[in-house]
């Protein structure tokens, strides 16, 4: 029976754009990058050059912690969203923020965006070492944990690749150059097919 639906409406799933959010903090923004070389431009980009259209929103805000994207994801995915990238967790990481507390954010922008039917790509984060194992063993298990007990697709780290690399830094260590946001793209541009996969499937 799906199959039959599928083939009445061949073009009707790859024709309309996908309206994608990026939720998350300066390293999805882009601090100290032009706005066509931060993280949600150069993805729309890569997805664009594979045939995939979407409608790209940079929904990233420097400084941003879990509970500050919490706060603001009313008004920072507006309706009609379709797909949600969240990033969020780094800030919390480098602030030495209780776990709970993260988590507790994380579950709850999860709950609200399943309740408004957006699908969602989780980007995991990984806690410095000045925090100690035992923070970073809790920090760190709250991704897989978070994306197994609400069935989202898990990205394991966000920074896969660069981070630690200074020729991929800016002088800070902490934010991605131009090529750095580049090879992220790169990484991650499966996960986030699938997931946009996923919604042209719903739709048929």
């Known amino acids: 029976m799906e199959g039959a639906v599928l083939a009445q409406t061949p073009a009707a799933a790859p024709a309309k754009s996908v309206k994608i ?5 300066s390293l999805s923004a882009g601090l100290g990058l ?8 150069r993805l729309q980009k890569a997805l664009s050059d594979k045939g995939i259209k979407v409608e790209m929103i940079n929904a990233g805000v420097s400084g941003d912690t879990a509970s500050g994207g919490r706060d603001r994801l009313d008004w920072s995915i507006p309706e009609g969203t379709e797909a949600v990238v969240l990033e969020l967790g ?3 990481a480098l602030r030495g923020t209780d776990p709970a507390v993260t988590r507790a954010a994380l579950t709850d922008i999860l709950t609200r965006l399943k ?5 969602v790509l989780l980007c995991g984060m990984v ?3 000045n925090y100690g194992s035992e923070y ?3 920090f760190n298990a709250i991704y897989p944990e978070l994306s197994k007990s609400f069935g989202v697709p898990l990205y394991p780290f966000f920074l896969e690749g660069v981070a630690a690399d200074t020729r991929l830094n800016q002088a800070d260590g902490l934010h991605p150059t131009a090529e750095g946001v580049d090879i992220i793209v790169r990484n991650i541009l499966p996960a986030v097919e699938a997931l946009l996969g996923s919604i042209s499937g719903q739709r048929s």
């Open 136 to 138: 970073a063993a809790k």
């Open 21 to 25: 959010a990026v939720l998350g903090d």
């Open 90 to 92: 780094a800030n919390d």
């Open 115 to 119: 309740a408004r039917k957006i699908a």
């Open 34 to 41: 032009s706005g066509s070389a931060a993280f949600p431009a």
């Open 127 to 129: 806690a410095p070492p």
